[in-house]
């Protein structure tokens, strides 16, 4: 005698016991059987497989749960949020410092280089005023990029 089994995938009867694959769907009817999740009918109680489409007892059609909502973008835990303010401000008050150095640096070179011909003793505390204009616009130079470090650290924080 022939028994009757229905494929957990497609719902469609499978009428050869020995059949490894379901001729409706091309599934295998053991496989998916082992995996599928349970709906019930909210009609009569009974459990089918989730692909059905309608309940094999009564005939209602089967509701399907639905996926749990996932919760929006997962938010940045306050700390991080300050830590990321403060590198910007941090690194937006190195901007100052970085242009003022660059700057100063480069008037003292600008001063040391042309006036060496007229008087060639001028120099600060000892240094001379090229030396000194090229250690400012180092020292500028070492604020620009603490300030782009800064801001960068504090952008990627953010993110």
């Known amino acids: 005698m022939?028994?009757?089994r229905y494929c957990p995938k497609c719902g469609s009867t499978i009428s050869e016991s020995e059949a490894n694959f379901c001729p409706h769907c091309v599934s295998n009817p053991r496989k998916t059987a082992e995996v599928s999740e349970k709906v019930y009918c909210i009609k009569c109680g009974k459990e089918s497989p989730i692909t059905y489409k309608?309940?094999?007892?009564?005939?209602h059609p089967l509701v399907k749960p639905k996926p749990p909502k996932s919760s929006q973008a997962p938010k940045t835990p306050i700390s991080i949020m300050i830590a990321?303010?403060?590198c910007i401000v941090i690194g937006c008050l190195n901007i100052l410092p970085s242009i003022a150095g660059i700057l100063a640096g480069t008037f003292m070179h600008s001063i040391g280089i042309g006036m060496t011909s007229m008087i060639p003793s001028l120099e600060v505390?000892?240094?001379?005023a090229q030396m000194i204009g090229g250690v400012l616009v180092f020292i500028?130079?070492?604020?620009?990029?603490?300030a782009a470090l800064y801001i960068l650290a504090g952008i990627l924080l953010y993110d």
């Open 140 to 146: 500028g130079s070492l604020f620009a990029v603490f």
């Open 54 to 59: 309608f309940c094999p007892n009564c005939g």
């Open 125 to 128: 505390l000892g240094i001379p």
């Open 84 to 86: 990321a303010i403060f």
């Open 2 to 4: 022939m028994s009757v």
